[in-house]
């Protein structure tokens, strides 16, 4: 299975600053996508990260909110900017596992407040 | 489009009894797969087993199994011998005409002694 490193792992953070969180697999992957899960609810796709081109936002998601980095095919980056408590969510990184379209994994989630 | 439903929000279940945790879906796409996923009180999504829409075999790892009807387009799964530790939101996913999988809204199972 792919292992994933996703930092940090929880943040308390004010209302207006912005937070970056790091995801890390240890093998190559062509896909990383970041999803979010607000309180109690289940998990909504954010953003498809593809390594050297733009990252592909899902409806109700914005660069300017949620902007994306994929430097390599190993990293990504999800920044949640100017946040509100409504970002209060846990944000979660998954990638494809060795056995393309048979296994997805994820990074361990960063539970961020917002206050 | 796609649809993922769980229609049990919260299941209780005996230690050493099995359980089965509804799921149905929806698509038109003809090649899909669909996943089961563990999510404990500390956030993490654990992967527990998948089932491609071509199988001609329900999916088993170890104590979990899918049982798989793709014409009521239904993949339950069904955790044997309960341990205390299954205690989690248990998500229903499919993976259809992309690679981003779609969640149901999960249900909350609670293994008692």
């Known amino acids: 299975s792919a292992v994933i490193s996703q930092k940090p792992s929880r943040d308390i953070c004010q209302r207006g600053t912005s937070l970056t969180i790091q995801c890390q697999v240890d093998s190559q992957v062509t896909m990383m996508f970041w999803y979010r899960q607000q309180p109690g609810q289940s998990l909504t796709l954010i953003a498809t990260a593809n390594q050297g081109s733009e990252a592909t936002y899902e409806s109700g998601f914005v660069i300017d909110k949620f902007p994306i980095s994929r430097p390599n095919l190993t990293f990504s980056t999800l920044t949640v900017s100017n946040m509100s408590p409504e970002d209060s969510s846990i944000y979660l990184c998954?990638?494809?596992?060795?056995?393309?379209?048979?296994?997805?994994?994820f990074g361990q989630g960063t539970r961020l407040t917002v206050v | 489009a796609q649809k993922i439903t769980q229609t049990q929000p919260g299941m209780f279940v005996q230690e050493k009894e099995a359980v089965t945790l509804d799921c149905t879906y929806d698509t038109s796409d003809p090649s899909y797969g669909l996943f089961w996923y563990k999510q404990p009180s500390s956030g993490e999504m654990i992967f527990l087993i998948y089932q491609g829409s071509y199988d001609q075999q329900n999916a088993t790892e170890g104590r979990y199994s899918l049982n798989f009807q793709k014409a009521r387009k239904s993949a339950n799964l069904v955790i044997s011998a309960s341990q205390l530790g299954d205690s989690a939101m248990y998500f229903c996913?499919?993976?259809?005409?992309?690679?981003?999988?779609?969640f149901g809204k999960g249900t909350s199972l609670l293994v008692t002694p």
């Open positions: 998954s990638v494809e596992g060795e056995r393309l379209n048979t296994e997805a994994f």
């Open positions: 996913a499919m993976r259809a005409d992309g690679y981003a999988l779609n």
